[in-house]
């Protein structure tokens, strides 16, 4: 895998590499990545954590300030690389 910078390249990752690097990533914070994404990005996501309700995650997180969107997406590009 190459090195991610975008988090909007999230998709080119392949589904079990995301899931063994992102293992240790909370579920607040890959929601909340996903707030500010793509569409079919925030699809593959809940695709590849197909155990997690993102809606109801969403519901339960509420209104979230793109500070801390573009914070939990940072997390999540640290951690895939």
């Known amino acids: 895998m190459g090195f991610i910078n975008d988090f909007e390249k999230i998709?080119?990752?392949d589904s079990e590499i995301l899931r063994e690097k992102l293992a240790n990533i909370s579920v607040e914070t890959i929601v909340k990545a996903s707030i500010g994404t793509?569409?079919?990005n925030a699809d593959y996501l809940a695709t590849v954590f197909d155990s997690i309700d993102f809606t109801k995650e969403r519901?339960?997180?509420g209104p979230v300030r793109?500070?801390?969107?573009?914070?939990?997406?940072?997390e999540v590009i640290k951690a895939l690389n």
């Not at 793109?66 to 940072?74: D, N």
Request: aromatic share 0%; glycine share 0%.
């Open 59 to 61: 519901d339960i997180i």
């Open 11 to 13: 998709a080119s990752v």
């Open 66 to 74: 793109i500070e801390e969107v573009e914070a939990a997406q940072q």
């Open 38 to 40: 793509a569409p079919s």
